[in-house]
């Protein structure tokens, strides 16, 4: 490998493709032997891989295409149905946006199934209204049947104010839940912890204020 610096990537997966192993250094550049899910094997470069511009060996960018031919000329909401789709598959894989640390960035992924926009649609339907987005009922959990819904932007980011874990007493509770126990609203606690910079026991008022 001569004094080219090589990241091991020998196992990791990248959309539908799985490192199998090192394979050559081709212009300074580590490629890298991939097998991807629909069992072709090829070669790559790691920068491609890590960069989320390579997640198959076509056959991902062949479906997509696929799937936009078939969604064009149809209904307005069919189209504003399959660019949530596109929207929530680049915050899962492609590391260049600024959405991507909050998503592909802890580990959130786009079930297989939905790696179709058909299968997509035929679980959640079309878009419902303007302005609808798809939200997960449970932020730790990949975008997948079951676990996702269409709301409003308003309703999902305080769905994610109260998922906001917080520790006191020994116990750690969802925003929400700390509200509910201690009888005090969300938005009080939040704004104890954000602008008065309370610490969580005395936001919850279990100890005095500074």
Known sequence: MGSTVVRDLAGKVFG???VVKFHAIVKHKAHWLCRC????EWSTSGQSLVRGHTQSCGCLHKERASDA????????MVRSSYSSWRRMRVRCYNPNTSDYKNYGGRGIRVCPRWDDFTNFFTDMGERPFRGATIERLDNSKDYEPGNCVWRTRKAQNNNKRNNRLITAQGAT???AQWAEVCGIKSATINMRLIRSKWTAEQALGFESPP
Do not use: D, E, I, Q
Not at 37 to 40: L, V
Not at 69 to 76: E, I, P, Q, Y
């Open 37 to 40: 899910s629909c069992g072709t």
């Open 173 to 175: 509770r969802t925003l």
């Open 69 to 76: 031919s078939r969604v064009h000329g149809k209904s307005r």
């Open 16 to 18: 539908r493709a799985t």
